[in-house]
């Protein structure tokens, strides 16, 4: 199973950016998938979820209200749409494919793409 995310790059405080991880190899759609972020010097942390379905998001409170979490199955795709980004937002950026426990837990994810990165100056 491959991961790979895309879509990162420098922006100003305000703005926005659209990540997309597509997923290859022997995986099921029905696959809850996920997005973490690590900035520099901290620890990886959770940033949103989605059900196989789409009918169910999950969001960090620090995203919530400016990030949108999607997929669509049948290009085997994962997005992030980010809106209204701030310095903090900054950082490597990695989509994960869930395997089994909390959606928040990095440790219940066996799949991860490259990442990629995310700058957001003021």
């Known amino acids: 199973v491959q991961l790979q995310a895309s879509g990162g790059g420098s922006v100003q405080a305000g703005g926005s950016l659209s990540l997309s991880c597509v997923v290859s190899?022997?995986?099921?759609?029905?696959?809850?998938m996920g997005w973490f972020r690590q900035a520099p010097g901290k620890e990886r942390e959770f940033v949103a979820a989605v059900s196989w379905s789409g009918g169910s998001t999950y969001y960090a409170d620090s995203v919530k209200g400016r990030f949108t979490i999607s997929r669509d199955n049948a290009k085997n795709t994962v997005y992030l749409q980010m809106n209204s980004l701030k310095p903090e937002d900054t950082a490597v950026y990695y989509c994960?494919?869930?395997?089994?426990?909390?959606?928040?837990?990095?440790?219940?994810?066996?799949?991860w793409g490259q990442g990629t990165l995310v700058t957001v100056s003021s």
């Open positions: 994960a494919a869930h395997r089994s426990g909390n959606y928040y837990d990095l440790s219940a994810y066996n799949y």
């Open positions: 190899g022997r995986t099921s759609s029905r696959n809850l």
